[in-house]
Structures are given as structure tokens and as C-alpha cells.
């Protein structure tokens, strides 16, 4: 590939790469709400500093999710929109795996789990293994709970877990001896070997499938729901 453009908003972080031949550029700042107007603006200042334009692009890759709503939708439609306009195929990343290729930071082996705080008390979750230069899923995104995660960890110990689930659920986590790797999030240079991945393995779609992953219908809780996750995080700092 000569020129691809990546970027995720399923966190509270704008992430955006564009690769061109062997150089980078990345852009992150807030995102949240503020994607939705930030994302297209700061995508176009990103294409002007490197020179290049859309059409310049072999493929858009953004980040599907698992993620919030809001960020998800974000992503999908301006994936969509450049895409349309351009001419260009779409790669959806998994946002769990791109988290898990920041974490591994170039290791040429590398296999844990990732947990993103998906609110509500509940998870984000999915395992993953890098080797023989590629990646492979050992246990596709879900919607869970800390407690079927220690259930799961007990069972069969993991050696890392990444993601800001960690920071968010603290010890009631209870990740063993694993590293914990709380910083790593689904940055836009992680999607970038994502992307020339599937891209090598055929995988670009036309702009129409650039769809979400939600792995959640409902999107907010009762006042009882929430009362009742404070207290089962009170709990836990105990």
C-alpha cells in the first residue's frame, strides 16, 4: 500500500494516522462528543500537512468497534462519507485487536486479553494472540461482567491484560500475575498494521460496509442501575 488513512473514536480519545509510502503522521485530542464535529476537519489538516489528498488514498480503515455508541457512529459515517466521495474501499478494524497490537509494541509474540470499560458495570472484552507475523482471535469481542472475567482468568490463567478496564475497575479485576498494560488504547498508528494486513488478505469493502460492531442494544441505565454500580465499585475499593 502507498497510502492509507486509519482512525478510531470508540473512546473518550480521537485517534488518526495516515501512512504514505514509509512516513507517518498522527493526530489525537478529545473525543467523546467532540469527535462527531473534531473527526473531519482534523482528518483533512492531517491529509494536507503529508500533501496528499482522499484520492491519494488507497484505503480508509476506521475503527468499528466494540466501543460507545456515539464514537461508533461517528467513525462508520465518516468512513462512509470519505469513502463515497473518494472512491475508495473501507477496512474495518477491530477495535479490541487494534488495542492489542498498541500493547504488544512491536513483540514478535504476543497473546492476552484486552478489556475496555464498556460503563453500565459491564466489558468490553476479547483475547487475541500475535505470531508468525499475524494476528488471530482466541475469543471474539463480547459484552461481559468483571466477575465472568475472573471466572475465566481462574480457570485459565492469561499472561496480560490491556485496555483502560483496567483503570476503570481497579482490583476487582483480579488479573493474577498478569502484566497489566492500562495505558494501551486503539491508537490510529496500532490500526496501521491492522489495516495492511487485511488489505494484503483481500479484505476491503465497499463504502456501504463500513458498519459498527455493537454488542449492546440498551445504552443507558435506570437510576437503580446505577445507584447499584456505585456501590458495587464502592465495594470493590474496600
Known amino acids: 500500500m502507498n497510502a492509507l488513512l486509519a482512525f478510531d473514536t470508540a473512546t473518550e ?14 493526530h489525537e485530542a478529545a473525543g467523546g462528543a467532540l469527535a462527531s464535529a473534531a ?11 503529508a500533501g496528499v489528498g482522499l484520492r491519494d488514498l488507497d484505503a480508509i480503515a476506521f475503527g468499528r468497534g466494540p ?6 457512529r461517528t467513525a462508520c459515517s465518516v468512513a462512509q462519507g470519505l469513502a463515497f466521495g473518494a472512491h475508495k474501499p473501507v477496512l474495518p ?6 488495542v492489542a497490537e498498541d500493547a504488544r509494541a512491536g513483540q514478535p509474540m504476543w497473546q492476552g486479553w484486552v478489556t475496555m470499560d464498556a460503563r453500565m458495570d459491564e ?9 508468525a ?3 488471530q482471535v482466541l475469543g471474539a469481542p463480547r459484552l461481559t461482567t468483571p466477575q465472568a472475567l475472573n471466572d475465566a482468568w481462574q480457570a485459565a490463567p492469561t499472561a496480560v491484560v490491556a485496555g483502560n478496564a483496567l483503570t476503570a475497575f481497579g482490583d476487582r479485576l483480579q488479573t493474577g500475575s498478569a502484566l497489566r498494560i492500562a495505558t494501551a488504547l486503539p491508537r490510529a498508528a496500532a490500526m496501521l498494521p491492522l489495516a ?9 469493502v465497499a463504502a456501504e460496509f463500513a458498519l459498527p460492531t455493537y454488542l449492546r442494544d440498551k445504552v443507558a441505565q435506570t437510576t437503580a442501575e446505577r445507584e447499584a454500580a456505585r456501590r ?3 465495594a470493590g475499593a474496600v
Open 133 to 135: 507475523g499475524g494476528w
Open 232 to 234: 458495587a465499585t464502592a
Open 13 to 26: 480519545q480521537m485517534s488518526i494516522a495516515l501512512a504514505v509510502a514509509d512516513r507517518v503522521w498522527t
Open 123 to 131: 466489558i468490553y472484552a476479547g483475547h487475541y494472540r500475535f505470531d
Open 196 to 204: 495492511r494486513q487485511l488489505w494484503a488478505q483481500g479484505c476491503g
Open 93 to 98: 478494524i477491530d477495535t479490541l485487536m487494534a
Open 67 to 72: 466501543g460507545a455508541f456515539t464514537g461508533l
Open 39 to 49: 473527526l473531519v476537519p482534523a482528518i483533512l489538516a492531517l491529509l494536507g500537512q
